[in-house]
């Protein structure tokens, strides 16, 4: 929903459904990316840096990644997308070494923490008796904060486009 709200903040409307639907599918599916560092066990390291972000706004803009009409658009709907994954994480609660992220690298290799943990902390280990309510309890909260801005930016955006049928 993150990555929604901000991609479509900053993106164009497709002149279709079905760009809509790649567009807003893309999107997701930035804003999610940044953990598939899961799989080779650096979690919350390098894919949750400004550095990533800029190397995938780059190869998206390069290969025109349908997010946007032009490839600057690209590049900064990619960036700021991508973005907002680690920030957010910075926004919650973490519970697991190494805290944080690794915002800055290439910059700089420390894992940072706003502290505010305005979100939830989110289990992984299954096999624990409050794995269910705690990742419930997380996900209610992403949503109850979240769902309202995506609704706001989507309402902004379909005005801008005045009778767009897009959407409706
Ligand atoms: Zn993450």
């Not at 939830?120 to 996900?139: K, M, T």
Request: hydrophobic letters at 55%; one cysteine or more; a positive charge.
């Amino acid at each position: 929903m993150a990555a929604l709200a901000v991609g479509w903040s900053v993106s164009g409307l497709p002149a279709n459904r079905s760009g809509l639907l790649r567009q807003t599918a893309m999107l997701v599916a930035i804003g999610i990316a940044p953990d598939l560092d899961l799989l080779i066990g650096r979690h919350s390291m390098e894919t949750h840096s400004v550095g990533a972000a800029v190397i995938v706004a780059s190869i998206a803009a390069w290969q025109r990644w349908p997010v946007a009409s032009s490839r600057l658009m690209i590049w900064v709907a990619v960036a700021l997308v991508w973005m907002s994954h680690p920030l957010l994480d910075a926004l919650g609660s973490d519970t697991s070494v190494p805290i944080g992220v690794m915002a800055f690298w290439p910059l700089s290799d420390a894992n940072v923490q706003t502290g505010w943990e305005v979100f939830g902390p989110i289990s992984r280990r299954y096999w624990r008796d409050d794995f269910l309510a705690i990742n419930l309890r997380s996900v209610s909260t992403e949503i109850l904060i979240l769902a309202p801005i995506l609704a706001v930016v989507r309402a902004v955006r379909l005005r801008k486009v005045g009778d767009c049928e897009i959407g409706k």
